[in-house]
């Protein structure tokens, strides 16, 4: 069946930093582009960052464009998220999404379009 599982996650001081994985099993990972969510208790579930099929084109939100970069490894069926500068308002649960549909920037920012979900990796940022 399918799974993404997500690690990695835990508690940094402000600056600091943390990567994030998130390993898919069940599916042909190669042919999905690969999304990164993040959600805070009774708030709607945000986008971060989404990277293509082949790797060669990556989306950023504007609040971590510069501090995170999002990478994948086909032969690994991995994706990855580098968080570098971390900001106490990046605190969130933070999910990995798999979606056969998403082939623009919009779509793959919409996690409406995104067909399997991870369990989600807590990441809190605070001194």
């Known amino acids: 069946q399918v799974q993404l599982v997500e690690s990695g996650g835990g508690l940094v001081q402000p600056g600091g930093s943390l990567r994030l994985s998130c390993a898919a099993s069940?599916?042909?990972?190669?042919?999905?582009?690969m999304g990164w969510f993040r959600q805070a208790p009774g708030k709607e579930r945000e986008f971060v960052a989404a990277?293509?099929?082949?790797?060669?084109?990556?989306d950023y939100a504007d609040s971590v464009k510069g501090r995170f970069t999002v990478s994948r490894d086909n032969a690994e069926n991995t994706v990855y998220l580098q968080m570098n500068s971390l900001k106490p308002e990046d605190t969130r649960v933070y999910y990995c999404?798999?979606?056969?549909?998403?082939?623009?920037?919009?779509?793959?920012?919409?996690?409406?379009?995104?067909?399997?979900w991870g369990q989600g990796t807590q990441v809190t940022v605070s001194s």
């Open positions: 999404a798999a979606s056969a549909s998403a082939t623009t920037t919009m779509t793959r920012s919409n996690y409406l379009r995104y067909a399997y």
């Open positions: 069940g599916f042909t990972f190669s042919g999905y582009a």
């Open positions: 990277i293509s099929t082949s790797g060669r084109t990556t």
